[in-house]
């Protein structure tokens, strides 16, 4: 998965709706926006969120959640482990 916004200029009128984050696919998935203080807000798939004061720290963010995410994807499934009840005699003892 790979993730990208354009950044944008804060001095424009425009910029105060915000830049929406796609995927490689097009997709979108957050948005961008200037916050009151003048700095950046970001929103990913509507759970991962943060307050930065530039476009660079923005996507520094962005590129954590993706590594994350693709990290989690590529985990393979295993099965839940389950101890026996004779397992457990070491515990109890």
């Known amino acids: 998965m790979r993730l990208s ?3 944008f200029d804060g ?10 984050v796609c995927d490689q696919e097009g997709k979108k998935v ?14 990913l798939f509507g759970k991962y969120d943060g307050s930065f ?3 660079e720290e923005c ?4 590129k954590g959640v993706e590594a ?3 990290h989690m994807v ?7 482990q389950t101890r ?10």
């Open 53 to 55: 004061a530039s476009d």
């Open 11 to 20: 001095r424009r009128r425009l910029s105060k709706l915000g830049e929406k």
């Open 68 to 70: 994350v995410l693709n």
């Open 30 to 43: 957050g948005h961008v926006h200037q916050s009151s203080s003048g700095g950046r807000e970001i929103s």
């Open 5 to 7: 916004f354009q950044g």
């Open 84 to 93: 026996k009840p004779e397992d457990l005699t070491d515990i109890i003892a």
């Open 59 to 62: 996507r520094a963010f962005m």
């Open 74 to 80: 590529s985990l393979p499934e295993r099965p839940p």
